[in-house]
């Protein structure tokens, strides 16, 4: 039972353009949701998170969008830029777990 | 500079043999964590720790051991019971009171053949 998904195994993006990665959960009591951004064969780095008080929180080039009655958040990215190639994981808390979706890969395009 | 590390960031093993993967942070944080890392699986939670001495099972907590002895290590053994132990494993650790924000060491490759 995936409780965290990320639909998209993987996405294209011009550079410059703006990059949307998306993310689904079902367990309405998560109350806490991060993205991490991961190269390969390295641990995976902090990007943005945001409550579930909260609507949107914005650092930088970086935004990310809760919808808790669809029970989707998204994250975007723009302008996007070569060094954003690399595995978003979408992740939600719940008391002391914290569920990972599968990932997707961002492609930026030249 | 404080952070976490593992070792080694490689580990090649046999079939049958037990292995430990190592895990130290020094940034005193109480709670650390594991996951494993599959192709197209995403990150799966292996075990967690709140406190010294204390320790709950993840999703995928078959086949593994963990203890917490100190503060600072979380050291992972993957015993010959674990039926697919060739991942990608990373450990965790997270600051109290900054929701779940999760600070991730390297990650440890582990291959058996």
């Known amino acids: 039972d995936q409780q965290v998904k990320q639909n998209s195994p993987s996405l294209s993006v011009q550079e410059g353009r703006i990059s949307i990665l998306n993310c689904d959960y079902t367990n309405s009591m998560f109350d806490y949701f991060l993205w991490y951004k991961k190269y390969p064969a390295e641990g995976p780095t902090f990007l943005i998170s945001?409550?579930?008080?909260?609507d949107k929180n914005e650092d930088g080039r970086f935004t990310v969008f809760l919808n808790k009655s669809a029970k989707h958040l998204s994250l975007h990215i723009v302008p996007s830029q070569p060094g954003d190639s690399a595995v978003y994981f979408c992740?939600?808390?719940?008391?002391?777990?914290?569920?990972f979706g599968k990932g997707t890969r961002l492609h930026i395009l030249p | 500079d404080g952070g976490i590390t593992q070792s080694p960031k490689y580990l090649f093993r046999k079939e049958g043999q037990n292995v430990t993967l190592s895990c130290e942070q020094n940034l005193n944080h109480d709670a650390m964590y594991w996951y494993r890392q599959d192709p197209g699986q995403g990150l799966r939670l292996i075990y967690y720790s709140q406190i010294v001495n204390d320790f709950q099972k993840g999703d995928i907590a078959e086949g593994y051991s963990v203890s917490r002895e100190k503060k600072e290590s979380f050291p992972l053994t993957v015993t010959s019971a674990q039926k697919n132990p060739t991942a990608f494993y990373l450990c965790?650790?997270?600051?109290?009171?900054?929701?779940?924000?999760?600070?991730f060491g390297p990650g440890t490759r582990l291959t058996v053949t």
């Open positions: 945001i409550s579930s008080i909260k």
């Open positions: 992740a939600a808390s719940r008391d002391d777990k914290i569920i």
């Open positions: 965790a650790s997270r600051p109290p009171g900054r929701g779940l924000l999760l600070y």
